[in-house]
T-cell receptor, first 112, second 115 residues
Framework: TQLLEQSPQFLSIQEGENLTVYCNSS?????LQWYRQEPGEGPVLLVT?????EVKKLKRLTFQFGDARKDSSLHITAAQPGDTGLYLC????????????FGSGTKLNVKP | NAGVTQTPKFRILKIGQSMTLQCAQD?????MYWYRQDPGMGLKLIYY???????DKGEVPNGYNVSRSTTEDFPLRLELAAPSQTSVYFC??????????????FGDGTRLSIL
């Protein structure tokens, strides 16, 4: 079982559509990160959120950390083919590196 | 800008063989990590190091060993390869303290198949 559950697992949409990806847990996290991974490459950090209720925007991407710090969401506005990839959330519990967990990912395909 | 370099990129091993996955970073990061990524399962932490000479176990350390003799290098050793170790292995590094708040910089991975 995954400590962080991501949904949906797969998402295929047309260019220009909006979408939301969810990252949920029954556990509390001190911080949460979102990464994007392209085939054959390692994950690349998009954002880190540390405060419950925090909202961060990165161009067309909006990230939110839940008030209780148990969940997070990633919203993409007007998706583009360049957004295609695997989106991973990762959460830390305290300062211990061995308590750092990745979700299973959401595979996004944006069709032109 | 090399960042985190992993070698080899691909490898096929027979059951029972041993090998070392190499990882080097040129960013002078103190913290380094090894993960494995199985299909549909996300990344799981195998081992991590907070500096030269210091290593500790992650979530799934069984069957692996690591060493950290220099700041730059963090090799991962498989002593007796088993089919369950077929996976994609990622090395990462980060600067400074803060646990999961620090951005981790990943290599491009080593794809390992054990037959």
């Amino acid at each position: 079982t995954q400590l962080l559950e991501q949904s949906p697992q797969f998402l295929s949409i047309q260019e220009g559509e909006n979408l939301t990806v969810y990252c949920n847990s029954s556990s509390v996290f001190s911080s949460l990160q979102w990464y994007r991974q392209e085939p054959g490459e390692g994950p690349v950090l998009l954002v880190t959120v540390v405060t419950g209720g925090e909202v961060k925007k990165l161009k067309r991407l909006t990230f939110q950390f839940g008030d209780a710090r148990k969940d997070s969401s990633l919203h993409i506005t007007a998706a583009q083919p360049g957004d295609t990839g695997l989106y991973l959330c990762a959460g830390a519990q305290g300062e211990d590196f061995n308590k750092f967990y990745f979700g299973s990912g959401t595979k996004l395909n944006v069709k032109p | 800008n090399a960042g985190v370099t992993q070698t080899p990129k691909f490898r096929i091993l027979k059951i029972g063989q041993s090998m070392t996955l190499q990882c080097a970073q040129d960013m002078n990061h103190n913290y380094m990590y090894w993960y494995r990524q199985d299909p549909g399962m996300g990344l799981k932490l195998i081992y991590y190091s907070v500096g030269a000479g210091i290593t500790d176990k992650g979530e799934v350390p069984n069957g692996y060993n690591v060493s950290r003799s220099t700041t730059e290098d963090f090799p991962l050793r498989l002593e007796l390869a088993a089919p369950s170790q077929t996976s994609v292995y990622f090395c990462a590094s980060s600067y400074g303290r803060g646990g999961g708040r620090q951005p981790q910089h990943f290599g491009d991975g080593t794809r390992l198949s054990i037959l």
